[in-house]
Each structure stands twice: as structure tokens, then as C-alpha cells.
């Protein structure tokens, strides 16, 4: 039980910070377009830990100069507060902001057992509701569940290419050989650094993507699901990420590990409602091929080298694989469209991402980080090629480290793009 001092006590500083909170520093980002801000769904913001979610919401509102109510419930004196007491909670908003606000963003809002009924009522009562929540607690399926449909979710990822740009001050409008340098040089560094916006400015970033994972496998997942053996779940994580773009086979992860197939499918599960893992399905018209070795990749391409037990090899064809399924997740939410990869047989060509709108391929794209070779640009432009005769789709993309231009195969172009070009949004 909390005291309505102590809620009030709470509550008073954390309105102090607010009043405080600078947002003119801070880099523009694109889930703040997907917020809803006058409808009755709960705006629920979602991802992997450390990327921003509270400040992602705290701009989205202070740049509207929108007034709202701020509760964040991860402070240790709010740490024995009930479900019953959040009324309290409601009561000393009340107080310190009035009576008549319209909008009310809860930080951490499970961290109270039973919060889902006062999100509701809240909703019932006309409120628009900002929600975050840490992974640690819950996960986005709870939010699913909890919400039954009344809610809007906004899926979070570390920096995109442009957002680090952005950040690091790159000039992306000189056409000096100084500043293209400095644009292929940022590459190179995303590649590597990668994209949480706390480890841009810190020296021992192995001390800080090492306890990043260990939050995740640690707290979100062995605590949550009693997990015994956390040496073998940190095993798959490992394993995940040293063969980061490539097809999951249950089976042989299972006779490497000693584990039976329903224990991985479990944990590779809780990987992805935990966020630290995306899963790519095969493009087929057949749900049981399109479950079949999904395509694993890391939510940060920075959590491949910054980490412990890392031996795997500096494949940068993978890593920039990698950064272009996270950036087009990011603009499939923005246009609701679906993404898989192409590879209908052992003997077929692999194409790297499908976009479907539905079930229509509206876009096929290929990743290779160099194609100066011949026999890799044929291979490349033929698996596209082909593709596109078979899921009738006539917008081709290749992505690579290379000059931006167009190229006419049988009369089907294909649109040869510069990885900087791509990743700033130059299509």
C-alpha cells in the first residue's frame, strides 16, 4: 500500500521533469507520425528496451503542445501500489494538472498488477491514453490481450540510418568529396555501432550491449517464464545472432542444444515478443511453408560485435541485410504491408524481401553490399528477375554500395540503388 503523500510526492517531481524536458535536442523520428492522437484508442508504444519508447511519446506530445497528465510508475516508492490505488493515482493528477485534461500518458503502466482495468476505464471515461511498456512485465502480446482491440500499437526500434545520421550531425546536403566521405564513412560506423540512441555517446559499448541482452534473456524472459536452464536460452541467442539473415532449422538447433523442438519453438518465441529478434517467413500462398525456417535478424545490427563471445566474422553483405529488413519493417507499419523472403525451393534463387500488400507482391528487393563483381551482379539481378515473372511484380530494387542508376534487363528495369541513398529516404 502507498500513501497519497508519497503518490503525490511522486507524481509532483515527475511533473517538475516535464516541465523541465527539452525536446529541442532530441532527433525527429518516424513512429511519431503513426501516433493517433484523436481517436478513443490507447496509444500503445512498444520494442525492445532502451529505444526510446517514453521519449518517443514525451516529444510527440510536447511538440503538439498538447497538456497532459504524466504518471511513470517504474519508481521504486511506487513499488507495492495496487490496482485499487491507481484511483488515488487518478486523484492526485487531478490535483496537481486539474480536472479538465484531456490526455493522460502512463510510463511503465505494468509495473501495477491488474493496470489493464484502469486503462479501460480510463478509455471509458473519454480519456486519450498514451501507454509504454518494458518488456520486463509484459510483453506485446498482454497488451493484445488485455486491450481486446482498443488500442493503437507503435512498434519502436533503435536509430534508423537517418535518425544516426541526424544524431551524429552528418551533412547529407554537400556534394563535397568531403562530405560524401563522411556519409560513407557513417555507413561503415552504423554497420558496426548500430543504433540505440544511449550508445552512440558511450566508450565500453560492450559493457552496455552485454548487459542489454542479459536484461532481456535475465529479467523479460527466464523470470517471466521460470525458465531453468538460462545458459541454454542465452546459447540460442547466440547462435541467433552469429547466423544473423539465415533460415532457422528448429530441428538442428534442437540436436545442437539437446533440447527437444517444442522447448526451442517456446524460447525463439519469447525472443520475439521480447523484441531482440525478428523473424522473416517464406513468401508462399501455403501457411505451413510460410512457417517453416523463418529468416532470424537482430532488432540492432550494434549487437553483433558489441557483446560477449563474439567470434563470428565481420560479414557486411549480412549486416547491411539485416539493417534493411529493420528499415522496412519500419515503413511497412507506416503503409500496413507485409514483408517475406523468396525461396520456393532448395534449387530457386533466393530474393531477400517480398512486399506484399495482402497478399499482392507490390516490391522485391535484393541486398548485396558489393557487386562489382560480374558473377555477383548476375546472380543478384537474375534471383530478382526471376521472381518477378513468377510473382508478378515489376518493382525491382537492388540495394548496394554503389552509385545510384537504373538497368534494363528484357525489358524489365530494375532499380539499382546506393545503400546511403536507400537508407536516407533517396528512393
Not at 50 to 63: H, N, V
Not at 283 to 303: C, E, Q, T, W
Not at 377 to 393: D, I
Request: hydrophobic content about 40%; overall charge neutral; aromatic content about 12%.
Amino acid at each position: 500500500m502507498v500513501d497519497e503523500i508519497i503518490i503525490m510526492r511522486v507524481l509532483s517531481e515527475q511533473a517538475e521533469y516535464i516541465r523541465n524536458f527539452d525536446c529541442s535536442k532530441l532527433v525527429d523520428r518516424m513512429e511519431e507520425s503513426l501516433f493517433e492522437f484523436d481517436t478513443s484508442l490507447a496509444q500503445v508504444v512498444i520494442g525492445v528496451r532502451r529505444s526510446g519508447k517514453s521519449t518517443l511519446c514525451l516529444k510527440a506530445l510536447l511538440d503538439r503542445k498538447i497538456r497532459f497528465a504524466y504518471a511513470n510508475l517504474d519508481d521504486d516508492r511506487l513499488a507495492y501500489m495496487n490496482v485499487g490505488e491507481l484511483n488515488t493515482l487518478l486523484s492526485c493528477l487531478y490535483q496537481l494538472y486539474g480536472t479538465d485534461f484531456q490526455y493522460i500518458f502512463l510510463d511503465e503502466v505494468q509495473n501495477v498488477d491488474g493496470w489493464h482495468f484502469f486503462v479501460n476505464r480510463l478509455l471509458r471515461m473519454g480519456l486519450h491514453v498514451f501507454v509504454t511498456g518494458s518488456n520486463a512485465k509484459l510483453l506485446s502480446s498482454e497488451f493484445a490481450s488485455h486491450l481486446t482491440g482498443r488500442y493503437n500499437e507503435i512498434r519502436l526500434y533503435p536509430f534508423s540510418f537517418s535518425e544516426y545520421c541526424v544524431y551524429n550531425g552528418i551533412d547529407f546536403s554537400s556534394n563535397t568529396t568531403k562530405a560524401e566521405a563522411d556519409r560513407k564513412r557513417a555507413l561503415i560506423d552504423y554497420l558496426e555501432i548500430g543504433g540505440f540512441p544511449e550508445l552512440q555517446r558511450i566508450q565500453n559499448r560492450r559493457a552496455y550491449v552485454n548487459s542489454l541482452i542479459e536484461a532481456v534473456v535475465l529479467k523479460d524472459i527466464q523470470q517471466r517464464y521460470k525458465i531453468r536452464n538460462a545458459n541454454a536460452l542465452m546459447d540460442i541467442v547466440n547462435l541467433l545472432i552469429d547466423n544473423n539473415c539465415q533460415p532457422v532449422n528448429v530441428n538442428a538447433v534442437s540436436d545442437l542444444l539437446g533440447l527437444e523442438v517444442k522447448t526451442i519453438r517456446k524460447y525463439l518465441s519469447y525472443l520475439r515478443q521480447a523484441f531482440i529478434f525478428a523473424f522473416l517467413p517464406r513468401h508462399s500462398f501455403k501457411s505451413s511453408m510460410r512457417l517453416r525456417n523463418p529468416k532470424a535478424y537482430i532488432v540492432d545490427i550494434g549487437m553483433i560485435s558489441n557483446r560477449a563471445s563474439s567470434l563470428s566474422a565481420d560479414n557486411f553483405g549480412w549486416r547491411l541485410e539485416n539493417v534493411v529488413y529493420i528499415e522496412l519493417m519500419r515503413r511497412a507499419a507506416r503503409d500496413f504491408l507485409d514483408i517475406y523472403y523468396y525461396k520456393p525451393s532448395s534449387r530457386t534463387k533466393e530474393v531477400d524481401f517480398v512486399v506484399c500488400d495482402r497478399n499482392r507482391p507490390v516490391h522485391l528487393v535484393q541486398v548485396a553490399y558489393d557487386i562489382t563483381s560480374p558473377k555477383t551482379f548476375n546472380r543478384e539481378t537474375s534471383a530478382l528477375l526471376l521472381a518477378s515473372s513468377v510473382l508478378q511484380c515489376d518493382n525491382l530494387t537492388l540495394i548496394a554500395q554503389t552509385k545510384s542508376r537504373d538497368e534494363t534487363f528484357n525489358g524489365k528495369t530494375i532499380h539499382i540503388r546506393s545503400a546511403l541513398d536507400w537508407l536516407m529516404g533517396m528512393q
